[in-house]
T-cell receptor, first 113, second 111 residues
Framework: ETGVTQSPTHLIKTRGQQVTLRCSSQSGHNTVSWYQQALGQGPQFIFQYYREEENGRGNFPPRFSGLQFPNYSSELNVNALELDDSALYLC????????????FGPGTRLTVL | RKEVEQDPGPFNVPEGATVAFNCTYSNSASQSFFWYRQDCRKEPKLLMSVYSSGNEDGRFTAQLNRASQYISLLIRDSKLSDSATYLCVVNASSSASKIIFGSGTRLSIRP
């Protein structure tokens, strides 16, 4: 176990709704990254937070937004859900920057109907 | 062209065989490189970082070729438990993070 937890484990939403996914990082880790993984694909980088500031973003539209809290836990918010948003959402925490090992949580499986 | 490319496989090899994967990346400014392993319906886990001088961890050897912009992973004396998807990961930015995963190479070890 990595010590990274995510909630919920599964979620079903309908198109147009909004969703918030949560991640608690491993103790002592101040960096959290979020990924979207479609079936049969590698994880796609959404963004990274370092000490509560966004520190890099992938090719995702603005309706994907995030937040990191003083305790370094994090949220991923997705507005105006689309069918293609159905995927496994992974968060990973790491200690400091820039290029340390990332520890992944088990993921949240989001289904958009 | 994808920023990080891997042969999707599947590679199906007998137990005890040696198998090698390559991964190419397009951004010459890429700073750090990793191999992750992902089991079916599980989260990725770090297998090893890839250093410029190459590095070895037991049966696993990783190498970086900056001139040709690829990294490699060699698995010797493969075990049944090595069956998994192997993901190549590149941090393509020197400032803010831009972490790119390849699509993964599926490896299946047969008895």
């Amino acid at each position: 176990e990595t010590g990274v937890t995510q909630s919920p484990t599964h979620l079903i939403k309908t198109r147009g709704q909004q969703v918030t996914l949560r991640c608690s990082s491993q103790s002592g880790h101040n960096t959290v990254s979020w990924y979207q993984q479609a079936l049969g694909q590698g994880p796609q980088f959404i963004f990274q937070y370092y000490r509560e500031e966004e520190n890099g973003r992938g090719n995702f539209p603005p309706r994907f937004s995030g937040l990191q809290f003083p305790n370094y836990s994090s949220e991923l918010n997705v507005n105006a859900l689309e069918l293609d948003d159905s995927a496994l959402y992974l968060c990973a925490s790491s200690l400091e920057l820039p290029n340390n090992e990332q520890f992944f949580g088990p993921g949240t499986r989001l289904t958009v109907l | 062209r994808k920023e990080v490319e891997q042969d999707p496989g599947p590679f199906n090899v007998p137990e005890g065989a040696t198998v090698a994967f390559n991964c190419t990346y397009s951004n010459s400014a890429s700073q750090s490189f990793f191999w992750y392993r992902q089991d079916c319906r599980k989260e990725p886990k770090l297998l090893m970082s890839v250093y410029s001088s190459g590095n070895e961890d037991g049966r696993f050897t990783a190498q970086l070729n900056r001139a040709s912009q690829y990294i490699s992973l060699l698995i010797r004396d493969s075990k049944l438990s090595d069956s998994a998807t192997y993901l190549c990961v590149v941090n393509a930015s020197s400032s803010a993070s831009k972490i790119i995963f390849g699509s993964g190479t599926r490896l299946s070890i047969r008895p």
